[in-house]
């Protein structure tokens, strides 16, 4: 008979953590930091119990660097951090961005600017986990709404890092970071483990950017006898640096639309009550559980408004907005910034006269009644 997991009372921390291990990741380097902290602590007890490594590193920098190197040896790697310690790792993202090394960036996001509010909520690192390091460059972020999404969607982090050969990038944010909730994990044999592709050809014919159909090169192992050069400089087929124009823009070109063919499988989202929606609201992280709330009530009140939870942030899902924002009377994003989400949005479906913010920056959640004052003054 097979046994089921028991029901746990798990931090949003914690849960990632014991995703990342049920995930196959057996490596994690980097520093602590609020709001992140309790990720690094669980992973320095548990690692080791499954042959895994820790090490804390001097600094932030430090840390994304071993993650990489780790990464290149075949390990699966994880750091985590939160805003200011996001903002040092941009260079070395860019780098891993590049080479295609897999590994995912934990970022349990908090006030800012600068040191801002080490304690205090915030949504506000949705543009920097798209554009913090410079160039064109393909990145996958997502957003966990609760404790059991912040175990799941670890575990679609690293699958994806894997799969498509990127750096992925988890938001997750201080309220879903130190909430404690009840759930229930599902079995280890339930769960879709993906591993990166490896060569098939002898190290000799071995080239670690040629591609196939798939766009997504085969990744040797360090140490496995497979020898290959690693660059953030333009490089060809074999990993060697290259000046020629028609060889960076091939290579570039890939690099930057490699994941325009699994946008489906990337885009993840849940929907609560939009079957008859004549108002959306769209949210993500903490802000959902507010916006399912502000929900119920308005339906309570007859107003008829559906909710769009985006787990998936970038790829931004431009199909899913224009799908379910098709005529509604009123669109409402809600999010603890000042309307990064909403510029998204904006632009995706053209009608700035549809849109409404609800925002807050001082640290304090958004609350069911402030999204239900705001839709009631559009709807009635």
């Known amino acids: 008979m097979k046994t089921k997991r028991n029901a746990q009372l798990l931090q949003g921390n914690q849960a990632c953590s014991l995703g990342a291990l049920d995930a196959g990741v057996r490596f994690y380097a980097g520093y602590p930091i609020t709001p992140s902290t309790e990720i690094a602590e669980f992973m320095a007890e548990e690692l080791p119990k499954v042959g895994g490594k820790f090490i804390q590193m001097e600094d932030e920098i430090a840390g994304i660097g071993?993650?990489?190197?780790?990464?290149?040896?075949?390990?699966?790697?994880?750091?985590?951090?939160?805003?200011?310690?996001?903002?040092?790792?941009?260079?070395?993202?860019?780098?891993?961005?590049m080479t295609e090394v897999p590994c995912v960036i934990v970022n349990v996001q908090r006030m800012g600017p600068s040191t801002g509010g080490p304690t205090s909520p915030a949504q506000a690192d949705i543009?920097?986990?798209?554009?913090?390091?410079?160039?064109?460059?393909?990145?996958?972020?997502?957003?966990?709404?609760?404790?059991?999404?912040?175990?799941?969607?670890?575990i679609k982090a690293v699958n994806f890092s894997e799969k498509y050969r990127v750096p992925v990038i988890f938001l997750l944010d201080e309220v879903i970071g130190h909430l404690r909730e009840k759930v229930v994990l599902p079995e280890l044999n339930e769960l879709e483990i993906i591993d990166r592709k490896r060569p098939t050809v002898s190290p000799e014919q071995y080239k670690p950017y040629a591609v196939d159909e798939s766009g997504i090169p085969a990744m040797a192992d360090f140490g496995q006898g497979y020898h290959w050069h690693v660059t953030g400089l333009n490089h060809d087929e074999t990993g060697g640096p290259t000046g020629k124009a028609d060889v960076i823009n091939q290579q570039l070109s890939r690099l930057f639309h490699k994941l325009d063919q699994y946008r489906d499988e990337i885009t993840l989202y849940q929907t609560f009550d939009?079957?008859?929606?004549?108002?959306?609201?769209?949210?993500?992280?903490?802000?959902?559980?507010?916006?399912?709330?502000?929900?119920?009530?308005?339906?309570?009140?007859?107003?008829?408004?559906?909710?769009?939870?985006?787990?998936?942030?970038?790829?931004?899902?431009?199909?899913?907005?224009?799908?379910?924002?098709?005529?509604?009377?009123?669109?409402?994003?809600?999010?603890?910034?000042?309307?990064?989400?909403?510029?998204?949005?904006?632009?995706?479906?053209?009608?700035?006269?549809?849109?409404?913010?609800?925002?807050?920056?001082?640290g304090e959640l958004i609350t069911p009644q402030e999204i239900i004052d705001k839709v009631k003054e559009v709807a009635l």
């Open 66 to 97: 071993a993650v990489v190197g780790a990464a290149l040896t075949g390990t699966k790697a994880l750091t985590a951090t939160s805003g200011p310690g996001f903002s040092l790792m941009q260079e070395i993202i860019g780098f891993a961005a």
């Open 127 to 154: 543009m920097q986990a798209r554009w913090g390091t410079h160039g064109d460059h393909p990145v996958i972020a997502l957003s966990p709404g609760s404790v059991l999404e912040a175990y799941t969607l670890t």
């Open 274 to 362: 939009v079957e008859d929606a004549e108002y959306l609201l769209i949210s993500f992280g903490c802000s959902t559980r507010s916006s399912l709330a502000a929900v119920e009530l308005l339906r309570n009140e007859g107003i008829k408004v559906g909710l769009l939870q985006l787990q998936t942030i970038w790829p931004f899902p431009d199909h899913v907005i224009k799908d379910f924002t098709k005529n509604k009377k009123g669109v409402f994003v809600v999010e603890m910034n000042d309307g990064q989400l909403c510029l998204e949005v904006e632009r995706t479906i053209g009608n700035r006269d549809l849109l409404s913010r609800i925002n807050k920056i001082n």
